[in-house]
T-cell receptor, first 118, second 112 residues
Framework: AQKVTQAQTEISVVEKEDVTLDCVYETRDTTYYLFWYKQPPSGELVFLIRRNSFDEQNEISGRYSWNFQKSTSSFNFTITASQVVDSAVYFC???????????????FGQGTELSVKP | DAEITQSPRHKITETGRQVTLACHQTWNHNNMFWYRQDLGHGLRLIHYSYGVHDTNKGEVSDGYSVSRSNTEDLPLTLESAASSQTSVYFC???????????FGQGTRLTVV
């Protein structure tokens, strides 16, 4: 079975705190892609990152960083020095092997709502 | 700029009516998708298409249909709307081969 679990339904932090959003996935495929999307209060879905199953290097983009650990089937997302504008729902998603070369057919987690207070 | 647009953005309809949600993309992407978003479920795939005249069922396809007569459009039809289909619907497209999907702004559908 293919599944993505985001156990944290809601997280609330104060501005400038670091926060980590957890993502655990299940798949029997050896080849797959993992994604993170952001959904701000305005409702649109914004692509953040794509990671393939062969690349376990951590990635940093400004205040955002991602930790991919195949051994624990996790793809966690950390925001350093959070800001109010980071308040959003964040989705982790899995693209399984049968469709990874097509792109876009995604299995989403339930989402984590992050609230950053000033 | 290339984009993906959905219409209408909001719609209220009555149980039993047929409803069509439009999705139009100008990226010339082969792949197009429809998802629904419900609290506690994230986004779930309804139907998808990998090209003109190609359509496939997703995880929650019952009560929905799509058709792909050109590259730009993938309309989603609810044959006989039910209250359980009250949701936010997102259309997405992707170029293919390991690329990310780009999403429309969403359509909030209420079935009363």
């Amino acid at each position: 079975a293919q599944k993505v679990t985001q156990a944290q339904t809601e997280i609330s932090v104060v501005e400038k705190e670091d926060v980590t959003l957890d993502c655990v996935y299940e798949t029997r495929d050896t080849t797959y892609y993992l994604f993170w999307y952001k959904q701000p209060p305005s409702g649109e879905l914004v692509f953040l990152i794509r990671r393939n199953s062969f690349d376990e290097q951590n990635e940093i983009s400004g205040r955002y960083s991602w930790n991919f650990q195949k051994s624990t089937s996790s793809f966690n997302f950390t925001i350093t020095a959070s800001q109010v504008v980071d308040s959003a729902v964040y989705f982790c998603a899995l693209s399984p092997r049968l469709s990874y070369n097509q792109g876009g057919k995604l299995i989403f987690g339930q989402g984590t709502e992050l609230s950053v207070k000033p | 700029d290339a984009e993906i647009t959905q219409s209408p953005r909001h719609k209220i309809t009555e149980t039993g009516r047929q409803v069509t949600l439009a999705c139009h993309q100008t990226w010339n992407h082969n792949n197009m998708f429809w998802y629904r978003q419900d609290l506690g479920h994230g986004l779930r795939l309804i139907h998808y298409s990998y090209g003109v005249h190609d359509t496939n069922k997703g995880e929650v396809s019952d009560g929905y249909s799509v058709s792909r007569s050109n590259t730009e459009d993938l309309p989603l039809t609810l044959e006989s709307a039910a209250s359980s289909q009250t949701s936010v619907y997102f259309c997405a497209s992707s170029l293919g081969r390991n690329t990310e999907a780009f999403f429309g702004q969403g359509t909030r559908l209420t079935v009363v």
